[in-house]
């Protein structure tokens, strides 16, 4: 009797802590196997430290920019609590009512913790949608080995000696391009527009600026913005614009395995690149000697820009509270310091920056570039925007179209839509 | 297989004097010429993705691209498996997979005696209404379809994958129907005369006849229900409940895609289908030859 | 109405009922809805807000609305008419009275099994322009390499070469429909001296072009709504000369939360198709051919 009712109380004991616990779904699009696991430890390290609330890491597919599963989701009222979204559509996306206000919460009270850029893409008409999770930078790849076979001595690009030029750039290029019998190109020293040779990278790295607030209008059209794409119109013509997209079609066709990147397969010495491909050249390039340094600049101006990802809770989030929880713990140190020590990303929780114990030597490049970064403008029209122009940046870099004139045209058709959200 | 085949050719066609019959075999000649160089063109494709699968990621970015694996990484396809549950989304794609075949299959074939054989009146007008809806671009239609599974409680289930499957496909209705009108009418009306209900035309005289289109019907079911990506990306939330085609994905990571892991996911993911494929040959083959003797 | 015509019409409609409740319960809605929204400005959330006909107006004065129509119309104009000779051919052969047909049904059936995703990552190595097997095929006739998909010129064309990889699928419905054809016939036009060509011309072609017409419609349809090909290898690019009519759509609805738009859109789309296709049933009743032996 005794024992029965012992087993009675255990019973409902267990039953009690169950209902007492709260379940927070938190969806993530992230496939790569290193940053799946340091979200499955946060996730495991918060469940540890919090006996009240139970977050469950489901992996959704889907590119960054696409949402479908999302939206539907929200739309049909089964949507997760937590959602880890590229931070440049945070504006976008609250722009459309899929994320739920954060400010009641207390965001704002955190928002000195952070990377100033990273905050404002949080942002949008004066309300917090996000908290800030990873970042990256962009610089200067080269291969010393190509560099030396080509007659150049590789130091010249060492970041000891600053920014390099893109006059340096250019005679470096043309000592390493090779072209076969046919005239097609077999090997080339830098094709500025590839991998993540952007219109926001050149826009910055010559000056320019893409969005004026106090006009609430986006500027492709401003002078340096337009410099950049005058850059990349040049640099198209002097090697025939048609012929480094037959290089580029044939050494990194789409969606080009990692193994075969033209860098990695030592085709192209030099590519702007982010962060993250320390690690492909770890795994696929182990003995290449090569060297990191600044993009290149008119005027030796440091120039980077800096994306990565953060935590939102969708609208109709059935555990709103206990999300919000889960957000300030993997957006908040604790999160970021693991996510960084595992995955090799770079965080966006200021304090972190100065824990030299979680970056390797070439990883703390990036990360002293990180507070001079530029980052793309939050706009409710943000992907529409990537959208126009990067079909502009492809018919300059084709010659198909004046710098200029791709550039107004981007210009006219963001504003359009960007208009409505104007006060 | 082969026996089958030439003891039909010698039944059918009667004997056929010499001259003519060794201009046939030049013919015969001529054509297998032509398909072996077809059938090549076309097995490239999964060539290709077998070698890629057991290449390693150094032989992948040799130029130019070795036709033989150098060295056969079999562990590809373990580590593949391992990448992904591939067990558990094995066993979710077939029971999906199974369901839409059985339901596209009774459900169209019915429906597509309504629009063939039977004379009613308006019966063009809805069969236009049918061939309409193959044109609703499927963007627009995404959300609100979602919202409807929703309100019934279905998201998260294999239902909003397998029951419309269960209520007719305008692509197979109408396939159904081209053919379904190409049995001779006279059958219908004698059997009728004799007394026979609609239903048992359809099951006893309608239903023998038409299995070459059944069977492509069958095939073509399975094939998108297994093949279907979209589908089980928006409606299953659960990992435990993804399909194959969702698993693929996993292996495109925001900045590279592993493609040797990916071929040899695709591999394993493609050959049942080949399994099944080649079992429906034989009995889809032998079902036209008794349709055409009859 | 007779007896017998109500009769009819209801056993008619009882054998179409499952299309019928499929219909009212999972597509009625979104086409009604999206029908409503195309006049509103909507983000998929909050509140729809009646914009009468600015949606339709502002695609009159939007380029990529133009460019994705043209992209679209320039690819259905391609890939229908060569998906039906390729299918055709693909039929013929895979009917050939050889022992070993059954090897080289199953290969040029294989590609049509492949996932998308899958079959489209081997399609781009297939076309690099210096390694890749159509160039090295095409090098023997001494043309000069091509960039298949990174000349605008040539990017929309590969994906209707794609498209013909899956071929088999619509072979498998011609060899359905070539089977069903009565020996008979075959054997009394051999008596008459007919030769192989005259076989297929007066004999084979007409009897299957039910199935011709429904591949036409398919192809119409499919092509007009072409998606998955873009998104997943060219992004729509270069220059937007792959960014098809369903794709810009898909963008609107998804990438810049523009629902009204996209549903306006998608109606533009759905007449334009539902015109076409009933020209098409139209232009149909001069040369298809139910009846098999007159």
Redesign the interface.
């Given at each position: 009797m005794y024992k029965l009712r012992s087993l009675v109380f255990a019973a409902a004991l267990m039953m009690g802590l169950a209902l007492a616990q709260t379940q927070v779904t938190f969806w993530t699009s992230a496939t790569n196997p290193p940053d799946v696991k340091a979200l499955k430890d946060i996730v495991a390290a918060f469940n540890a430290a919090n006996p009240k609330i139970v977050v469950k890491l489901v992996q959704v597919t889907g590119s960054e920019t696409d949402a479908a599963k999302l939206m539907t989701a929200v739309a049909g009222g089964t949507g997760p609590d937590v959602y880890m979204l590229d931070r440049f559509t945070v504006a976008e996306r609250a722009a459309a009512g899929l994320l739920e206000d954060l400010n009641p919460f207390g965001a704002n009270a955190l928002a000195s913790n952070y990377l100033p850029y990273a905050w404002a893409e949080t942002q949008f008409n004066g309300q917090t949608y996000a908290l800030p999770f990873d970042t990256d930078a962009r610089v200067l790849y080269y291969r010393k080995d190509m560099l030396k076979a080509a007659g150049v001595d590789p130091n010249v690009l060492d970041p000891s000696k600053g920014v390099p030029s893109i006059k340096l750039i250019q005679d470096i290029a043309a000592k390493i391009n090779k072209t076969d019998s046919s005239g097609a190109y077999t090997q080339l020293g830098f094709i500025p527009w590839f991998n993540q040779g952007w219109h926001y990278t050149w826009g910055w790295a010559f000056g320019g600026s893409f969005y004026d607030a106090k006009t609430c209008k986006v500027t492709p059209d401003n002078p340096g913005v337009v410099a950049g794409f005058q850059f990349l119109y040049d640099w198209a013509k002097n090697l025939d614009p048609q012929k480094v997209q037959t290089f580029l079609s044939t050494y990194a066709p789409p969606n080009y395995p990692p193994a075969q990147d033209p860098f990695v397969t030592g085709k192209l010495a030099m590519i702007v690149t982010g962060d993250w491909f320390l690690e492909t050249m770890k795994q696929y390039a182990p003995n290449v000697d090569y060297g990191i340094t600044y993009i290149p600049t008119p005027d030796g101006k440091k120039t980077t820009w800096a994306g990565g990802w953060s935590m939102v809770v969708p609208k109709g989030a059935k555990q709103p509270a206990a999300a919000w929880e889960f957000l300030k713990y993997i957006a908040g140190a604790p999160g970021q310091r693991i996510y960084t020590k595992e995955s090799a990303h770079l965080p966006t929780w200021k304090a972190l920056l100065n824990d030299n114990s979680l970056y390797d030597a070439r990883h703390m490049f990036f990360k002293n570039l990180l507070p001079s970064a530029n980052s793309r403008p939050p706009l409710p029209v943000g992907a529409l925007y990537w959208d126009e122009l990067t079909n502009a940046m492809n018919k300059v870099t084709l010659n198909q179209q004046q710098p200029m004139a791709a550039l107004e045209e981007a210009s006219s058709r963001v504003n359009a839509q960007l208009q409505q959200f104007c006060k | 297989?082969?026996t089958l085949?030439?003891k039909e050719?010698d039944l059918?066609?009667?004997r056929?004097p010499d001259p003519r019959r060794s201009a046939r075999n030049r013919?015969?000649w001529l054509?297998?010429i032509?398909?072996?160089v077809?059938?090549i063109l076309?097995?490239?494709?999964?060539y290709?993705?077998v070698t890629?699968a057991v290449k390693g990621?150094?032989e992948?970015?040799v130029?130019?691209?070795t036709l033989l694996p150098q060295q056969w990484h079999w562990e590809n396809f373990s580590k593949a498996i391992n990448?992904i549950p591939f067990g558990r989304y094995l066993v979710n794609t077939l029971v999906i997979t199974l369901f839409s075949m059985v339901g596209a299959v009774i459900?169209n074939l019915?429906?597509a005696?309504?629009?063939s054989r039977?004379?009613?009146?308006?019966?063009d007008l809805?069969f236009?209404?049918?061939?309409?809806?193959?044109?609703?671009?499927?963007?627009?239609?995404?959300?609100?379809?979602?919202?409807?599974?929703?309100?019934l409680g279905w998201?998260?289930t294999f239902l909003p994958l397998i029951v419309?499957t269960?209520?007719?496909n305008p692509?197979y209705?109408?396939?159904l129907r081209?053919?379904l009108?190409?049995i001779?009418f006279e059958i219908s009306e004698s059997a009728k005369v004799d007394g026979a209900s609609?239903w048992q035309i359809l099951w006893y005289l309608i239903l023998p006849l038409a299995r070459?289109?059944i069977?492509?019907v069958a095939?073509?079911a399975a094939?998108a229900a297994w093949?279907d990506?979209?589908g089980p990306?928006?409606y299953l939330?659960?990992?435990s409940k993804y399909t194959l085609?969702?698993g693929?994905?996993?292996?495109?990571?925001?900045?590279?895609?592993?493609?040797?892991l990916?071929?040899a996911a695709?591999t394993l993911?493609?050959l049942p289908?080949?399994i099944i494929?080649?079992l429906f040959?034989r009995s889809?083959?032998e079902g036209?030859?008794l349709?055409?003797i009859k | 109405m007779s007896r017998r015509e109500r009769y009819n019409l209801m056993i008619g409609l009882l054998f179409i009922s499952p299309w019928i409740i499929g219909f009212l319960a999972f597509l009625v809605y979104p086409i009604v809805s999206s029908a409503y929204l195309s006049f509103t400005r909507f983000s998929g959330f909050g509140v729809a807000q009646w914009i009468g006909w600015g949606n339709y107006t502002r695609m009159a004065q939007d380029a990529l609305f133009w460019k994705s129509l043209y992209n679209t119309a320039y690819y259905t104009l391609l890939a229908v008419p060569i998906g039906v000779v390729v299918a055709t051919v693909l039929a013929v052969a895979m009917n050939q009275r050889l022992r070993e047909i059954p090897i080289y049904r199953a290969a040029l059936y294989l590609p049509s099994v492949l996932p998308i995703y899958a079959l489209s990552f081997i399609f781009i190595w297939l076309l690099n322009p210096r390694y890749g097997l159509l160039n090295l095929v095409l090098r023997w006739f001494g043309v000069p390499p091509i960039d298949w998909l990174g000349n605008p010129e040539w990017a929309k064309f590969s994906i209707v070469l794609l498209a013909q990889l899956g071929a088999g699928q619509y072979a498998l419905i011609f060899l359905a429909s070539i089977r069903g054809i009565p020996q008979t016939l075959y054997d009394s036009a051999e008596i008459d001296g007919a030769t192989q060509w005259h076989k297929f011309r007066f004999i084979t072609l007409p009897l299957i072009t039910p199935v011709i017409l429904y591949d036409v419609i398919i192809g119409l349809g499919l092509g007009l709504q072409v998606f998955a090909p873009s998104y997943i290898i060219t992004s729509g690019g270069p220059v937007n000369s792959t960014l098809f009519y369903v794709y810009y759509l898909y963008n609107n609805a998804f990438r810049y939360s523009q629902v009204g738009y996209a549903s306006a859109l998608s109606w533009v789309l759905f007449i334009l198709s539902v015109v076409l296709a009933y020209g098409i049933f139209r232009w149909s009743r001069r040369w298809v051919n139910y009846e098999v032996g007159s």
């Open positions: - | 297989m082969s085949e030439s050719t059918l066609s009667p056929t013919g015969l054509s297998r032509i398909l072996i077809a059938a076309y097995v490239t494709p999964i290709w993705m890629t990621p150094t992948l970015a130029y130019p691209p990448f459900s019915i429906v005696y309504g629009f039977i004379q009613w009146r308006g019966r809805i236009g209404l049918v061939v309409a809806t193959i044109f609703v671009p499927f963007p627009v239609t995404v959300i609100p379809l979602f919202v409807t599974f929703a309100k998201i998260n419309p269960f209520f007719g692509f209705i109408f396939l081209q053919f009108m190409q001779p609609e070459p289109a069977a492509v095939i073509f094939i093949n990506f979209f990306l928006i939330q659960d990992e085609s969702i693929l994905q996993m292996f495109r990571s925001t900045h590279q895609v592993e493609w040797s990916l071929m695709s993911v493609v289908v080949i494929f080649l040959q889809f083959i036209i030859t349709g055409s | -």
